[in-house]
């Protein structure tokens, strides 16, 4: 029996015991989804890739009972069993009761599934705006669960250092075959040298979340399609076919939503579904890792789209949107690459105008350090950060030549850091252009790309958000209102000679949203010459 022979009998309302008024089919590059009444059939095409096999009904069988038992995991009820297809004089039938053991005169078989709304997925409560930070949260916790509760015991052999460079790097390898289609050689190689440096700098950071049990048996395909938002979270369609690619680091499967929200443009949603899962799991190292896994599994979906494009069966213009979409993913692979590679961030502004705010963001989707002017200042001055030093102008710490030592203690520890291999976001005022050539400087001699994000924000608000600070009794800078405009009398604008690498923000939009415009930012400068 063919696969077409096959698709063509579950086409037809006849083939299921219930008759259901009609059936819709949705295609895969490894599947055939049979949407039939209240429920949902899922069959496995005979295939063989390296990365899966499903060439003989044997392997189908076992690969369906490991797809209801691993996806009942986080979605119970929705999973109701695998049912054999039988021959039944000149037709195909379903069979009417879920089976244990293969079945004897089983042609193939189909996992049953309740079917779910698709106005409730996650992709189509994002795109049509129908879902608060709230309801993120509510996901984030479904997630922190299941991770808490996962399947470690084999987190070394998956999560080592080397183990995890040997699958990224054998998932680009298996891309190299749409070089010149849906990715380009150059864009290719850059991802390559990406995991090599990123894999050298962190060793010691991913064998050691192995050792500790970071490493678990996760979701492998975690995208907003998959996940169920109604009076409970349910999130269908795990990886069933291989181990490998479903154990991973915690940050991995949580990587893969981030980047499907990034794709859907809805990087805030993101960014509240990133801060209370850490809250919930008590992971804040994970934020150094999302880069690197959000680069291999925008490369998984762009191998994966590749493939279905290339897949004669299936209709033509499905086969272009798939070309589109794995065009769409490889570029975001990408992007990822040049994010998540060493650079010197320089998050700056006049006061209250959120720098603080903006690079704290960035710094919680890169996992980068934040060096703050305000805090440095007040260690050199032997002060607590929130300690209240006046803030006279040009008095106490704030002299001139205090603001000098405090700048070059800024450009120490930025230069420190770039050298040991990682990057920096700098949170300072930065109005003069000596200071800023001073980071250029830095910047130079580590050899990465800088970028002056500028936060920019009307008086009125910048005034509000001063006020409000003056009552805060954690704040650290000890700005006024007064101080804020003697700093836009002094403000240096940027000129043509840094017009490469110098970025205007609107700082009265949403944090999380400026922090990947930075990114988008940096991912856009060439590599070679340094400039956008």
């Known amino acids: 029996m063919g696969l077409e022979e096959l698709i063509a009998a579950m086409k037809q309302p006849a083939f299921y015991p219930d008759h259901p008024a009609g059936v819709e089919v949705r295609q895969t590059h490894i599947s055939c989804v049979f949407l039939a009444g209240d429920f949902v059939y899922k069959i496995k095409k005979p295939l063989r890739f390296a990365f899966l096999d499903y060439s003989t009904l044997e392997r189908r069988y076992h690969f369906a009972c490991e797809e209801v038992r691993l996806n009942r995991r986080l979605a119970p009820r929705v999973y109701l069993g695998v049912f054999p297809i039988l021959q039944h004089g000149q037709s195909l039938v379903l069979g009417a009761h879920a089976v244990t053991r293969p079945h004897p005169r089983a042609a193939d078989y189909a996992v049953k599934m309740r079917r779910l709304p698709d ?8 795109r049509e705006h129908r879902i608060d930070p709230a309801g993120m949260r509510r996901v984030a916790a479904v997630l922190a669960h299941f991770h808490a509760q996962a399947e470690r015991s084999r987190a070394l052999e998956y999560g080592r250092a080397d183990a995890v460079y040997a699958a990224v ?18 864009e290719l190689d850059l991802v390559g040298r990406f995991y090599d440096s990123f894999v050298k700098q962190h060793r010691e950071l991913l064998d050691r979340r192995a050792r500790r049990g970071m490493v678990r048996e996760g979701h492998g395909d975690l995208r907003s399609e998959h996940v169920c938002v109604t009076d409970q979270i349910e999130i269908i369609d795990c990886v069933e076919f291989s181990e490998k690619l479903r154990y991973a680091d915690i940050a991995s499967d949580l990587g893969f939503l981030l980047m499907d929200l990034d794709r859907l443009e809805a990087p ?29 599994r925008a490369m998984v979906r762009g191998k994966v789209g590749s493939l279905k494009a290339r897949e004669s069966e299936i209709a033509a213009p499905q086969r272009e949107r798939a070309r589109q979409s794995a065009r ?21 502004g006049l006061p209250g105008s959120g720098k603080s705010t903006i690079a704290r963001a960035l710094s919680e989707r890169s996992g980068f350090a934040v060096l703050n002017s305000d805090v440095i200042r007040k260690r050199l001055a032997g002060k607590a950060p929130t300690d209240r030093a006046g803030g006279h102008w040009r008095a106490g710490i704030y002299t001139r030549e205090f603001t000098a030592a405090t700048y070059r203690a800024l450009a120490e520890q930025a230069g420190a850091i770039l050298r040991g291999g990682d990057g920096v976001i700098i949170d300072a ?23 002056f994000a500028q936060c920019i924000i ?25 101080i804020y405009l003697r700093h836009k009398a002094e403000f240096a604008q940027f000129g043509p000679d840094l017009a490469g690498c110098h970025l205007r923000l609107d700082a009265a939009a949403n944090p999380a949203l400026n922090a990947c415009a930075i990114e988008r930012f940096v991912a856009a400068i060439d590599s070679d010459s340094g400039e956008p």
């Not at 106005?119 to 994002?126: G, H, Q």
């Open 429 to 451: 005022t930065l109005k003069d252009a000596a200071q800023r050539a001073m980071l250029c400087d830095v910047a130079r001699a580590a050899a990465v790309p800088i970028v």
């Open 268 to 296: 805030a949603l993101g960014h509240e579904l990133l801060l209370a899962y850490m809250h919930e799991i008590g992971d804040r190292e994970l934020s150094r890792l999302l880069n690197f896994y959000k680069c291999h």
């Open 328 to 348: 769409a993913c490889f570029a975001a692979a990408y992007r990822y690459a040049k994010a998540g590679s060493p650079a010197l961030i320089a998050v700056c």
């Open 119 to 126: 106005d409730r997925s996650l992709e189509r409560l994002v």
């Open 458 to 482: 009307g008086d009125a608000e910048a005034k509000r958000r001063l006020e409000a600070r003056a009552h805060q009794a954690d704040a650290v800078s000890d700005a006024t209102w007064e």
């Open 169 to 186: 790097r054998d998932n680009a390898e298996e891309c190299r075959p749409f070089a010149g289609d849906t990715i380009g050689a150059r």
